[in-house]
């Protein structure tokens, strides 16, 4: 079957992204049990091989706080998974690495879903 959207879920590309691009943030209020990930296709680099990405997810924190982080993950082009979030709130992620490296780099994504998914 087939995942099913919940909350928070959107689509869009990347162009020409260096490291320390974020993404639109999203609200997830914990009113399901799903998992969040973001899905890259279509991956390339303006300048030589595209060989993967690393992501880190964070929760927006009012006031001075900073954000809270929930890790980083490094996919080839494919899925970035954090499992579910429970705490309620607003997140994005990061690009921290691009080919392994934290400059140089620019990356294109023809196609990225960041979705909250509960497969029934």
């Not at 320390?20 to 998992?35: H, L």
């Not at 982080?69 to 690495?97: L, P």
Request: charged share 15%; with cysteine; glycine share 8%.
């Amino acid at each position: 079957m087939s995942p099913v959207r919940a909350e928070g879920s959107w689509s869009s590309s990347v162009s020409n992204a260096l490291t320390g691009f974020q993404s639109r943030d999203w609200t997830d209020n914990n009113s399901d049990s799903a998992s969040t990930r973001t899905v890259w296709s279509g991956c390339s680099v303006v300048t030589g091989t595209y060989q993967n990405a690393t992501l880190d997810l964070a929760r927006n924190r009012t006031w001075q706080l900073p954000y809270a982080t929930y890790g980083e993950r490094t996919t080839s082009c494919g899925t970035f998974n954090w499992g579910r979030m429970t705490d309620v709130g607003s997140y994005h992620w990061t690009i921290k690495k691009i080919n392994g490296s934290t400059s140089g780099w620019r990356v294109n994504v023809n196609s990225l879903t960041t979705t909250t998914d509960l497969t029934p």
